[in-house]
């Protein structure tokens, strides 16, 4: 299969510091990943898609200063969330794709990260 | 981009078959029909997609109408375990059709009872 591996699960912060999250392809090398941002009661909102070695693209009105995406390698996409408030308090969600595999897997999600700054 | 529309809510007894319906009316010719589901504080899960064609999985059948502008998802003997919000959602098409990114919409909420 073609899975995702998020991590933390869970973080609490203090408001102020930056907090690192994790999402790795585990058993293909992702094309793409995608970055999505979801509150409670409310759908997922695209944040930004980010290619391997190059930029991350953001959504309008997502601060890429704040949240800094780094695609280092074809498995691994890290979204820091920098000087953190307790507004950016979330549940945050990956996504990757391999364009050969998503006739069979679609596009993968990781589990998610919940994100409570304090 | 092409938008989705779904019933906000639905029922469904268990063992019965969910026909869950989406609207994409705006659909154009290369883009793809993705259904998702989540269950409560998790990722999103695949389901199935499809183009033009009627699709079937494990998991699920898709019907796509002939004009592509509605799809319908059926879970032919659904459980207390698919009582999910169900995601339709039409693929953005990349650059040479290639990557591309899924908006999501505000999707259905299943939910299957006893």
């Known amino acids: 299969g073609a899975v995702v591996s998020q991590h933390p699960s869970r973080v609490i912060c203090k408001s102020g510091t930056s907090v690192k999250i994790e999402c790795r392809s585990l058993?293909?090398?992702?094309?793409?990943m995608f970055w999505y941002r979801q509150f409670p009661k409310q759908s997922l909102m695209l944040m930004a898609t980010?290619?391997?070695?190059?930029?991350?693209?953001?959504e309008q009105g997502v601060e890429k200063d704040k949240f800094l995406i780094n695609h280092a390698s074809l498995t691994l996409s890290t979204l820091t969330v920098t000087s953190a408030h307790p507004e950016d308090s979330s549940f945050y969600i990956c996504s990757a794709s391999k364009d050969s595999l998503r006739g069979l897997y679609g596009y993968t999600f990781g589990s998610g990260t919940r994100l409570t700054v304090v | 981009d092409a938008k989705t529309t779904q019933p906000p809510s639905m029922d469904c007894a268990e063992g019965r078959a969910a026909n869950l319906p989406c609207n994409h009316s705006t659909i154009s010719g290369n883009e793809y029909v993705y259904w998702y589901r989540q269950i409560h504080s998790q990722g999103p899960q695949y389901i199935i997609h499809?183009?033009?064609n009627n699709e079937t999985n494990e998991m699920a059948s898709l019907i796509i109408t002939e004009d592509r502008k509605s799809s319908t998802l059926i879970l032919p003997h659904a459980t207390l375990r698919d009582t999910a919000v169900y995601y339709c959602?039409?693929?953005?098409?990349?650059?040479?059709?290639?990557?591309?990114?899924?908006?999501f919409g505000q999707g259905t909420e299943l939910s299957v009872k006893p």
């Open positions: 959602i039409v693929r953005v098409a990349g650059v040479y059709n290639q990557g591309g990114k899924l908006i």
């Open positions: 499809g183009l033009k």
């Open positions: 058993d293909f090398q992702a094309t793409t």
């Open positions: 980010s290619n391997e070695g190059s930029k991350a693209t953001y």
